[in-house]
């Protein structure tokens, strides 16, 4: 890795810390400022590598952080506590699982800005995977033991494999 690049990884770490964790910390006595508990659980990054989406959870957002510039470019607040985030193939939208008993996948248009739709899943929906030709999202439904298998063009589940959670000895 080239020492600019390192450089520019740990910087983009610091600003994410303090930008998006919410502990702004003084560089002078280096102490914290104010906490607000964010809890960033998941990160992506755009199909162009210029932008992050952070999925926040006890904020219930996504935060949006511009790499070039080093700020947050925008705020996206969701219905539930997210579980995980994934971006289409065409970078169009992203996919944010969240919720608990009564999950869902958000989606988020990322060209014109806010919710497109809702789509229910099963209990506590986590680490959602987009397949390669854009067209599913596979979520795993962390208490149902299952995963659920999205349409996208029909917006809709339309299956659920189950899953074993413990294997028995």
């Not at 104010?34 to 926040?56: F, M, N, Q, R, W």
């Not at 957002?61 to 511009?66: A, E, G, H, I, L």
């Not at 800005?113 to 962390?142: E, F, L, Q």
Request: charged letters at 20%; a negative charge.
């Amino acid at each position: 890795m080239k020492p600019w690049s390192l450089y520019k990884a740990i910087t983009i770490n610091a600003i994410l810390l303090a930008s998006c964790c919410g502990v702004p910390i003084n560089p002078h006595t280096h102490s914290k400022e104010s906490y607000e508990c964010l809890s960033p659980e998941s990160i992506v990054t755009d199909t162009t590598g210029k932008s992050l989406y952070i999925a926040d959870v006890t904020a219930r957002r996504v935060t949006v952080f511009d790499i070039e510039a080093n700020s947050v470019k925008d705020i996206i607040q969701l219905k539930n506590n997210p579980g995980g985030i994934a971006v289409a193939p065409d970078g169009s939208c992203v996919y944010v699982a969240s919720g608990s008993s009564e999950g869902m996948i958000e989606i988020i248009d990322l060209h014109h800005g806010g919710r497109m739709k809702s789509i229910p899943t099963g209990h506590t929906p986590c680490a959602p995977v987009v397949s390669p030709d854009g067209k599913t999202v596979y979520v795993c439904n962390r208490f149902d033991n299952s995963v659920s298998v999205i349409d996208l063009a029909a917006k809709k589940e339309i299956d659920r494999i189950p899953m074993l959670r413990e294997i028995d000895d």
